[in-house]
């Protein structure tokens, strides 16, 4: 199976193709509808073959769907019917979700991407678990507010940094995970890391859309009443004890190889 790997963003779309070596990108931002993603991405991908598309998405999602529309971008998301535009299988995680899962080495880990806004998600044992830390109360704002792009704008590099170590710190302490990977493209900005923490790499949001069609098992994230485990695709993945972890699995994932 070829797996077209879409990496949906507040500022950029990037896509990934298995056999690919090579990212490809194009300009997102807040007009930006399902339909003008769908059109995009397909224009972008051209030449590519791909039989299943895997997308990372900015938001809940349930049931390969997504639950609400995304703060940073257009409306037209939710009611949107992403394998008739694609004309092939696609399943939806969330964009956190699947980098951390692209990230995952062993134990417990806590994501933070580090982004347009804040991604977060755990992987423990293995099962990524999408959260929805980003806009809890911090400060005189959210998470968000302090670690997203416009804090960077508004407070300069050396708050940002502070504001960062901070939000580790509070959600290290609340969620006790073995380590911390700091993903999303601002995380290259941080000039030393927290404690327990080590950098992710953006490309690991491929390697984890091509897991989600490796044939891993699945176990859920945000199970509706009724389901049966195997419902969810995108909702929450079990990683196989035997797959590759860290950077090297993720390197193997992201060209697309199990």
Excluded at 63 to 73: F, G, T, Y
Excluded at 145 to 173: F, P, Q, T
Excluded at 224 to 252: C, W
Aim: proline fraction near 5%; hydrophobic fraction near 45%; charge should be negative.
């Amino acid at each position: 199976m070829k797996v077209l790997v879409i990496d949906i963003g507040g500022t950029h779309l990037k896509i990934m193709a298995t056999g690919q070596s090579e990212e490809r990108r194009v300009a997102s931002g807040h007009t930006m509808s399902a339909a003008m993603m769908a059109a995009d991405i397909k224009a972008l991908a051209q030449g590519w073959a791909y039989d299943a598309v895997a997308i990372g998405y900015p938001g809940v999602v349930v049931a390969d769907r997504p639950a609400k529309e995304p703060v940073n971008l257009g409306s037209g998301w939710v009611d949107f019917d992403y394998a008739a535009a694609f004309g092939c299988p696609v399943k939806m995680i969330n964009d956190a979700a699947m980098q951390a899962l692209g990230s995952y080495d062993k134990g417990k880990m806590l994501f933070l991407g580090l982004g347009t806004g804040l991604g977060t998600a755990l992987v423990v044992e293995g099962m990524a678990l999408p959260m929805e830390l980003a806009h809890l109360p911090y400060r005189d704002g959210t998470f968000e507010d302090y670690v997203g792009e416009h804090a960077i704008e508004r407070d300069g590099h050396h708050k940002w940094r502070h504001h960062v170590a901070d939000v580790v710190s509070r959600l290290s302490a609340a969620l006790l995970p073995d380590e911390v990977v700091l993903g999303g493209g601002n995380s290259r900005l941080l000039t030393e890391l927290p404690p327990l923490c080590r950098l992710g790499d953006n490309a690991n949001a491929f390697a984890g859309g091509f897991r989600l069609w490796q044939g891993q098992p699945v176990a859920l994230g945000h199970q509706a009443a009724g389901k049966s485990p195997d419902a969810d695709a995108g909702a929450g993945v079990v990683i196989a004890a035997a797959s590759a972890g860290g950077r090297r699995g993720a390197s193997k994932a992201a060209a697309g190889n199990p």
